[in-house]
């Protein structure tokens, strides 16, 4: 306990002393407030009835403190920096297999290709239930990561269960050292167009992204390529700004960073020369391509070098810096906003830093202000990237959103892979109807329990008339029992968009990601739509210049 406090003590002096400069430049509520918590700190520890933690003390304060500001500042104890580093270097050691944790138990989700994991004999659906003989909290991924991260060549014991086996083993595991893919999947499709799966910017994405473009281009001129940057969540904004240098000029800006000290901004120019400066480009978004996506996207669609397809990106325009702490801990810090090459920042939300009522929220269209890219087009600002080209496809219905989240897909998924050793090629596989009628009532044999919103709504007005003592005759008894019905007909209304994510996720029990991508992409309507637009060049430049009817973004005054 003393040597904790003295640490903590040595860390606050310090934390103190640079308050003392600031005072010095006349930042006197800084130091006026370090003090005061420093004081504070010290009697408790001191005074306060029953022995306190004081890592537990700074670790709450710490938490509390950074909620006022952005979901993106966070502190990074030691314990965490290996996690934090993954998201940049895409490489860790470990078994090479994600989890989740569901109904206080620890599920595999998933093996990588290759990696450990699956050489060893894990598959998706294994319960793990100790590690090296050892149980622990299956209520959160925490602890079981810190448990399964280890140097690699260091070996580490798994007990599973096999539920549909009804099979308990012992799976030993070597670990390695294990690298994500950037590039997940590239091919090249029909009439000489390329299309390449851009899954997150990690450390050499840019090259790994270079090399895939020059493989597609080897024996062919290419007429055409495909970006596809859906559910990619970002990373390093260099490599955002390398694989633009693949297409623009030279020296060309692409994105710059503003933050509270001018002497910090920086602007980013493509370095190199590019290899397909005039090559047709189509970037396919959607709702979760955020940050690095959205920079590339962004700026292709700014510079008029590209048409953007599909949903509205996340809308995530602020740059962080991670900053080391004291005792090898992190700070990862938002440092300023990236304003792409129209001049527009495409950050969808503002946060309130109220430490009373902490808050975020949409900027609204009213202050959303309009910017042209090089061609004149209107593009805007504040709501991340709005797609040339909307697919129209909707977006996720609650009953799916249900499915996934009580795990009736991916649990009906690992049945399937039990009872059937093979299928089809995965290009070449197809969900047949007896196998959706399979699936529903594999879901009501599994209790699946979905609410609609409507059927809450009427509970709730249910409750509110019997505490008020209000006879309905009946009426919401009647109106629930018609949206029980219109709930049933919800797995035929959305049985094309439950059928392929299903077929999506029996497909990935077989094969590997590159099987995966093959099987989706063949019934995928927003590459479909983008193959036509490529094959269309008057369609292609009547978007980019601005003229399509169709386009989201034409040409006009400010």
Same mark, same amino acid.
């Given at each position: 306990m003393i040597k904790s406090f003295t640490r903590i003590f040595i860390f606050f002096v310090f934390i103190i002393g640079l308050g003392l400069k600031a005072q010095q430049n006349s930042n006197f509520e800084t130091t006026k407030y370090l003090e005061i918590y420093f004081s504070l700190f010290k009697e408790i520890n001191l005074n306060?009835?029953?022995?306190?933690?004081?890592?537990?003390?700074?670790?709450?304060?710490?938490?509390?403190?950074?909620?006022?500001?952005?979901?993106?500042?966070?502190?990074?104890?030691?314990?965490?920096?290996?996690?934090?580093?993954?998201?940049?270097?895409?490489?860790?050691?470990?078994?090479?297999?994600?989890?989740?944790?569901?109904?206080?138990?620890?599920?595999?989700?998933?093996?990588?290709?290759?990696?450990?994991?699956?050489?060893?004999?894990?598959?998706? *659906? %294994?319960?793990?239930?100790? +590690?090296?003989?050892?149980? #622990?909290?299956?209520?959160?991924? $925490? =602890?079981?990561? @810190?448990? /399964?991260? *280890? %140097?690699?060549?260091?070996? +580490?014991?798994?007990?599973? #269960?096999?539920?549909?086996?009804? $099979? =308990?083993?012992? @799976?030993? /595991?070597?670990?390695?050292?294990?690298?994500?893919?950037?590039?997940?999947?590239?091919?090249?499709?029909?009439?000489?167009?390329?299309? @390449?799966?851009?899954?997150?910017?990690?450390?050499?994405?840019?090259?790994?992204?270079?090399?895939?473009?020059?493989?597609?281009?080897?024996?062919?001129?290419?007429?055409?390529?495909?970006?596809?940057i859906r559910g990619n969540g970002g990373g390093l904004l260099n490599e955002a700004v390398n694989i633009l240098g693949y297409f623009v000029p030279k020296g060309t800006f692409i994105v710059s960073t503003k933050g509270r000290d001018s002497y910090k901004d920086h602007s980013y120019f493509t370095t190199t020369t590019p290899i397909e400066p005039e090559l047709p480009l189509i970037i396919i978004v959607d709702e979760n391509s955020a940050s690095a996506s959205e920079i590339l996207a962004g700026s292709l669609q700014d510079l008029d070098r590209g048409i953007v397809l599909g949903h509205q990106t996340y809308g995530k325009g602020l740059v962080q810096n991670v900053i080391p702490l004291a005792y090898k801990a992190q700070l990862k810090i938002t440092i300023a906003k990236y304003y792409i090459p129209s001049g527009r920042c495409i950050q969808r939300l503002t946060y309130n830093h109220n430490p009373d009522e902490p808050s975020q929220e949409a900027v609204p269209d009213s202050l959303r202000h309009p910017f042209k890219t090089l061609n004149g087009r209107v593009v805007y600002d504040g709501a991340g990237i709005e797609p040339d080209l909307s697919t129209g496809i909707e977006k996720m219905p609650e009953i799916v959103w249900q499915l996934l989240s009580q795990m009736m897909i991916f649990n009906f998924s690992t049945e399937f892979a039990y009872k059937n050793p093979r299928i089809d090629a995965a290009e070449k596989f197809n969900l047949i109807e007896s196998t959706y009628q399979d699936f529903k009532q594999f879901v009501v044999e599994n209790g699946f329990k979905y609410d609609s919103y409507l059927e809450v709504q009427a509970q709730l007005l249910q409750k509110q008339f019997e505490e008020a003592e209000f006879d309905d005759h009946g009426q919401i008894s009647t109106i629930q029992e018609l949206l029980a019905k219109h709930k049933e007909t919800e797995f035929e209304k959305y049985k094309v968009q439950l059928m392929r994510m299903l077929q999506d996720d029996i497909v990935s029990r077989y094969y590997p990601e590159d099987g995966r991508i093959k099987n989706y992409l063949k019934n995928d309507p927003e590459l479909e739509k983008a193959l036509q637009l490529l094959s269309t060049s008057t369609t292609y430049n009547s978007i980019i210049d601005g003229s399509h009817p169709e386009s989201k973004n034409k040409k006009g005054s400010l």
């Open positions: 306060y009835v029953d022995p306190v933690n004081p890592g537990t003390l700074t670790s709450s304060a710490i938490e509390a403190m950074l909620k006022t500001l952005d979901p993106y500042t966070v502190y990074i104890p030691e314990g965490k920096v290996e996690d934090y580093q993954f998201l940049t270097t895409g490489e860790f050691g470990g078994i090479g297999a994600s989890v989740h944790s569901y109904k206080n138990q620890i599920i595999v989700m998933a093996v990588y290709e290759e990696g450990p994991a699956i050489k060893a004999g894990l598959k998706p *659906g %294994d319960i793990i239930r100790e +590690i090296n003989n050892r149980e #622990f909290n299956a209520n959160s991924t $925490e =602890e079981f990561d @810190i448990l /399964i991260k *280890g %140097d690699p060549g260091t070996q +580490i014991s798994l007990s599973i #269960f096999r539920p549909y086996l009804k $099979e =308990e083993k012992v @799976i030993p /595991i070597v670990r390695e050292k294990i690298k994500l893919k950037n590039i997940s999947y590239s091919a090249l499709m029909a009439d000489q167009i390329g299309y @390449i799966r851009l899954e997150r910017f990690a450390e050499k994405a840019s090259q790994d992204f270079g090399q895939a473009l020059n493989n597609l281009r080897a024996n062919t001129p290419l007429k055409g390529l495909i970006i596809d």
